[in-house]
């Protein structure tokens, strides 16, 4: 897959080069937010990997220029990455509704396999969150009452789901059976008011989609 690479930092950026490069990925890196953008458009990029903030201004170039060509190329897979978490950025990311994104901490990139199993995930068309930027939007929920209604267990599962887990994955590492999760999945719809899916990637977006609520 040819994946276009931008981040400012030499050394970060020369690392997870040479991670995707080991897997088989051929990389083009960028350093900067219009440089981002035309590597984005070019025909024969496939996926991305994209910090936030960027030169010139360092505000959110990086994000910007995904969106953009998102817009310009609807369902192109980006994994962005944030050494901050900020649950506006992941909302603008989310807002389109489709899968193909992901939003990561840059401290996960040191997980090789966390790492590479979210571009997998995001590039396959599915959703990948950072569990940081999960927990918050759970906590601002909470404030505000809409998940007031869910179990402790419940909470967990919910979590998980939104992270991109699937039932299989939840139930592993909760410990406990893949028709309990199945229960508890229906349980939370049905507290939440969210139709339920049978396909994981729509489970996930309407999950991320109420907590942004």
């Given at each position: 897959m040819r994946v276009v690479l931008a981040e400012d930092l030499f050394l970060l950026r020369d690392g997870l080069a040479r991670t995707l490069r080991d897997e088989g990925h051929e990389v083009v890196e960028v350093d900067n937010g219009?440089?981002?953008?035309?590597?984005?458009?070019a025909e024969?990029?496939?996926?991305?990997?994209?910090?936030v903030r960027l030169p010139p201004t360092f505000t959110d170039?990086?994000?910007?220029?995904?969106?953009?060509?998102?817009?310009?190329r609807p369902g192109f897979p980006v994994l962005v990455l944030s050494q901050y978490v900020d649950s506006l950025y992941a909302g603008e990311l989310l807002a389109g509704g489709e899968g193909g994104v992901g939003y990561l901490l840059k401290d996960r990139v040191t997980n090789t396999e966390q790492f590479l199993g979210g571009l997998r995930t995001v590039?396959?068309?599915?959703?990948?969150m950072d569990?940081?930027?999960?927990?918050?939007?759970?906590?601002?929920?909470?404030a505000r009452g809409t998940i007031g209604a869910l179990t402790p267990r419940e909470r967990d599962v919910l979590g998980l789901m939104a992270e991109g887990r699937s039932n299989a994955a939840v139930a592993a590492t909760?410990?406990?059976?893949?028709?309990?999760?199945?229960?508890h999945t229906a349980n939370i719809f049905d507290k939440l008011g969210i139709a339920p899916s049978a396909?994981?990637?729509?489970?996930?977006?309407?999950?991320?989609?109420?907590?942004?609520r």
């Open positions: 219009p440089g981002l953008l035309r590597a984005l458009l024969d990029a496939e996926a991305a990997v994209v910090d170039e990086g994000l910007q220029a995904a969106l953009e060509a998102r817009r310009r590039a396959a068309g599915g959703t990948v569990p940081q930027v999960i927990a918050r939007m759970l906590a601002r929920n909470e909760l410990h406990i059976s893949e028709s309990a999760v199945a229960k396909e994981d990637n729509r489970r996930v977006l309407a999950v991320l989609a109420h907590l942004r």
